[in-house]
Each structure stands twice: as structure tokens, then as C-alpha cells.
């Protein structure tokens, strides 16, 4: 049984840092992508960040610069480490893995919120 369990959301002060992590359970870890994915409210569900089973990296255009994601492949988690957070940075954040194109192999964490105010 495959499962993605987040941890680190919470309520910060604008300019404040949080980090998210995500603990794969399940899967292969090392063959995975691993990303984050955030949704406002109300709002789409839109990529925050990528890291690759080639470790590659790709971010979302608004936290470039800001959020940095990394893989600890012993401890099958990925982090989101998320700095200088802006109002506008409040959501639902969703652990995402996949492997290939195949939908069956994609899954998803229950997501953590994150609020960003003062």
C-alpha cells in the first residue's frame, strides 16, 4: 500500500520560513519524481516544485528563488523548504510521486496547510 504522508504546514508571519516534509511509504523510492503541488483556495491545484528520479530540479515561477526542494532517499522523504513566504503562498500543499506517464502510477498526499498571515 502505497502512502504519502506530509508534515510541517502551520500559520506564519509574512517573511517567515516553514518546511514541509513528505514520507513515502510503499514505493520505490529512488525511481519516483517527487514534487509538491500547492491549491488555494478556490483556486487550481498548481506545481511548487519537482525533483526528478535524475535529480533534476524545476520550480514554479513564483517561488523561484525562495523554495528549495530535496530528497533524502534513505529516509524516502522529500522536503519543501519554504523561505520569505508571502500572503499570497497560503494553501493546501500535496505531496505528489510518479513514475512514467502511466496515471496508475501517480499518487498523491492528503496535503498540510499552510496559512501565511500576520
Known amino acids: 500500500q502505497v502512502q504519502l504522508v506530509e508534515s510541517g504546514g502551520g500559520l506564519v508571519q509574512p517573511g517567515g520560513s516553514l518546511r514541509l516534509s513528505c514520507v513515502a511509504s510503499?514505493?520505490?523510492?529512488?525511481?519516483?519524481?517527487m514534487s509538491w503541488y500547492r491549491q488555494p483556495l478556490e483556486k487550481q491545484r498548481e506545481l511548487v516544485a519537482m525533483?526528478?528520479?535524475?535529480?533534476?530540479?524545476n520550480y514554479g515561477d513564483s517561488v523561484k528563488g525562495r523554495f528549495t526542494i530535496s530528497r533524502d532517499t534513505a529516509k524516502n522523504t522529500v522536503y519543501l523548504q519554504m523561505n520569505s513566504l508571502r500572503p499570497e503562498d497560503t494553501a493546501v500543499y500535496y505531496c505528489?510521486?510518479?513514475?512514467?506517464?502511466?496515471?496508475?502510477?501517480?499518487?498523491w498526499g492528503q496535503g498540510t496547510q499552510v496559512t501565511v498571515s500576520s
Open positions: 505528489n510521486a510518479k513514475k512514467g506517464p502511466i496515471p496508475s502510477n501517480e499518487y
Open positions: 510503499g514505493i520505490t523510492f529512488n525511481s519516483y519524481t
Open positions: 525533483f526528478s528520479s535524475n535529480y533534476r530540479t
